[in-house]
Each structure stands twice: as structure tokens, then as C-alpha cells.
């Protein structure tokens, strides 16, 4: 066991397939985002854990704030196969927040605390996971929690990668969390499928933040009972024509899906697209670009591919005018 050891986990953010992507086999295109929140673990008298999201401690007694934190650390010892209490005592320290002025920037999940805490223990256990076995314990950790999500936050920050992700039916896994071991869920097929994306496109890949705080799991209880058939159809087929589009490279395609999958969000519910989120799209008309609302909308980010510079400086500008912020920017 190594004295003090620190990880880290970034950020996501939806590129395609939001909504659709609640539905068990279904795809979305997620993109990792560099801003990173940082985990050390160290070894102490007790076990304690810290936050810089509050301003106190906490143990394993129940705490609602620190709640998933104690869930993560709670599923790391049951998969070493011991109780919490048997664990050589640790202080747990997360820090780097993903906010500015006390807002979130909503890129990336209540969850992905979950990543960064497992992470960081088997770190500092010294135990090899695979990036599958972190996004089980992770996914299992948020199950227990009755995360409402499709997951796709913690395939991605798992990966910290671009990645088409294929949704497990976790109705299906939570039933077994009370029939089955641990170790016999692992070893199980989830039936879920994560592959990293190469992007082959010279493109500009920009981050809008609204500075409109949402909450996910609230949408997803709002709008979930709007998601149709031919919804769910239409957006597959546009995610898999991205997916394809990126990798082989072809501009055209990738923003005709882009756009389409951005207008079937649109359908959905007129609460996705605020009038931050929609004059972020707007932004993009008459340019050699494509943007949309990311996420669950109603507020947090909106993402661009701008493919040549001038109007790269010209989405820019139009977003500052409109009050959005640039959080991020990466070339393709
Ligand atoms: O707002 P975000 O970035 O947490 O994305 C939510 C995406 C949804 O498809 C609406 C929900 C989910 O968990 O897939
Ligand atoms: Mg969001």
C-alpha cells in the first residue's frame, strides 16, 4: 500500500443519442472533456472522507451529501470481498469541483464521483482494474443508489474518451443486486457496448456553457413518457450515421445527422431547448458548422464542430454576444 497516491477522472459530454440512449440498446456519442477533478487517498488513523463540494467531514455514518461517496467506498470493499470496516483505515480527499461561481458547468454528473472514488481506492489498494470492471463497480454503485441515468456519463468518464455507447437494461441488473454476488455480476454480460471513436475530420470541437444549471435526473423524470418509437428509431439510425461519419471522415453526413438528431431533441420536449440553448444553435446558421443543446438540456452546455477557422471565430463571437461561455475548445 503506497502512502499517498492521487487520480483523477474528467468530464463528458453528450455529443448524439441523448434521451434515445435511455432505452436498453440504443447509442449515443459521448465526448470526454479534459477538466478534471482529482481524488488522494492516504493512509490514516480512521476512515474519513472529504469533499470540496461541502465544508465537513465525513466517516461511514450516513450522510446525505457525502451518500455516494460512502455507496462507491462500500462497493470497493465488497469487491475485495471484505467489509468496510476491515479496510486499513484511509482519508479520502476529492477536490476540483466542476463549477465556476458556484454554478455547475454541467459537464459532468453527480455520478462520475463514483469513477473518481473506486478509482482512486484501487489506486491506492494497488488493484489492477480494467476500464470494464471500474464501469460495473461504478454503474452497480449508482444502481444500489436508484440512479435513473442510462450510464452513458460514467462509460465515458470511465474511458475518458470520445465513445459510442449501447445501453445495458439496468431494470434487468438492478433486479440481480439483490440475488446475485458481486463477483458473479462482473462476470456477467451486461449486454452494453463501449468503443472508443477515432475522429477522422480536421474540425474545431467547442464547449458552450450557459451558466443555466439543470438537473438531469429531474428532466429524465419529465420527459421520459415523451419518448416514442419512431423517436427512438430516428435517433439510432442518425447516431450510428454519425458514428460512422466521424470515423470515415465525411463532413457532410456528420452534420446532417448532427443537425437531425438535434431536431428530434427539439420534438421532444420544448423544455430542452432554453433560449440560451437555442441561440447557441443558432449561432452555427450560414457557418460551416453544426451545434446543439448537450445532455438532458433545459440549461448546462451546448457543443459545436466548426470546420474551418474563420467561422470557428465567427461561432465564437455570436456565443459571447448571446452570454455563452467558452469552456472548452480542442482541434480535430
Ligand atoms: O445532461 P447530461 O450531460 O447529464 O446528459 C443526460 C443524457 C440523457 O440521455 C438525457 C440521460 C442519460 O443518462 O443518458
Ligand atoms: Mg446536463
Known amino acids: 500500500m503506497k502512502k499517498t497516491i492521487s487520480v483523477q477522472t474528467g468530464g463528458k459530454l453528450y455529443l448524439a443519442g441523448e434521451y434515445a440512449v435511455l432505452t436498453p440498446g440504443k447509442t449515443a456519442l459521448i465526448k470526454n472533456i479534459p477538466l478534471y477533478m482529482t481524488a488522494q487517498v492516504s493512509q490514516a488513523t480512521h476512515l474519513q472522507l472529504k469533499s470540496d463540494m461541502f465544508d465537513y467531514a465525513a466517516t461511514m455514518t450516513a450522510d446525505k451529501g457525502y451518500a455516494l461517496i460512502q455507496e462507491s467506498v462500500r462497493t470497493f470493499a465488497a469487491f475485495l470481498d471484505k467489509k468496510v470496516e476491515d479496510l486499513v483505515p484511509f482519508e479520502l480527499s476529492i477536490s476540483g469541483k466542476l463549477e465556476k461561481n458556484g454554478k455547475?458547468?454541467?459537464?459532468?454528473?453527480?455520478?462520475?464521483?463514483?469513477?473518481?472514488?473506486?478509482?482512486?481506492?484501487?489506486?491506492?489498494?494497488?488493484?489492477?482494474?480494467?476500464?470494464?470492471?471500474?464501469?460495473?463497480?461504478?454503474?452497480?454503485?449508482?444502481?444500489?443508489?436508484?440512479?435513473?441515468?442510462?450510464?452513458?456519463?460514467?462509460?465515458?468518464?470511465?474511458?475518458?474518451?470520445?465513445?459510442?455507447?449501447?445501453?445495458?437494461?439496468?431494470?434487468?441488473?438492478?433486479?440481480?443486486?439483490?440475488?446475485?454476488?458481486?463477483?458473479?455480476?462482473?462476470?456477467?454480460?451486461?449486454?452494453?457496448?463501449?468503443?472508443?471513436?477515432?475522429?477522422?475530420?480536421?474540425?474545431?470541437?467547442?464547449?458552450?456553457?450557459?451558466?443555466?444549471?439543470?438537473?438531469?435526473?429531474?428532466?429524465?423524470?419529465?420527459?421520459?413518457?415523451?419518448?416514442?418509437v419512431s423517436f427512438l428509431e430516428e435517433t439510432q439510425k442518425q447516431v450510428l450515421y454519425a458514428k460512422a461519419a466521424l470515423t470515415k471522415g465525411d463532413k457532410d453526413i456528420l452534420k446532417a445527422s448532427l443537425e437531425t438528431v438535434s431536431d428530434l431533441l427539439a420534438s421532444l420536449s420544448p423544455a430542452i431547448y432554453t433560449d440560451k440553448l437555442l441561440a447557441l444553435k443558432e449561432a452555427s446558421q450560414d457557418l460551416d458548422a453544426i451545434a446543439k443543446s448537450s445532455g438532458a438540456g433545459g440549461g448546462d452546455c451546448g457543443i459545436a464542430l466548426s470546420f474551418n477557422p474563420e467561422d470557428t471565430a465567427t461561432l465564437k463571437e455570436r456565443w459571447e454576444k448571446s452570454g455563452i461561455e467558452i469552456l472548452y475548445q480542442e482541434s480535430w
Not at 454503485?141 to 445501453?167: E, R
Open 104 to 228: 455547475k458547468l454541467g459537464i459532468g454528473s453527480s455520478g462520475s464521483v463514483t469513477v473518481l472514488t473506486i478509482k482512486a481506492l484501487a489506486t491506492f489498494f494497488e488493484i489492477t482494474l480494467s476500464k470494464d470492471q471500474l464501469f460495473k463497480l461504478a454503474s452497480y454503485t449508482l444502481l444500489k443508489m436508484g440512479d435513473n441515468g442510462s450510464m452513458g456519463d460514467i462509460a465515458c468518464i470511465t474511458y475518458d474518451d470520445l465513445i459510442a455507447y449501447t445501453s445495458f437494461d439496468r431494470d434487468a441488473i438492478s433486479a440481480l443486486l439483490l440475488e446475485k454476488s458481486l463477483t458473479t455480476l462482473l462476470d456477467m454480460d451486461w449486454g452494453y457496448e463501449i468503443v472508443t471513436l477515432n475522429p477522422r475530420l480536421t474540425a474545431d470541437f467547442l464547449v458552450g456553457w450557459t451558466a443555466q444549471p439543470a438537473l438531469s435526473s429531474q428532466m429524465i423524470k419529465n420527459l421520459k413518457n415523451h419518448i416514442s
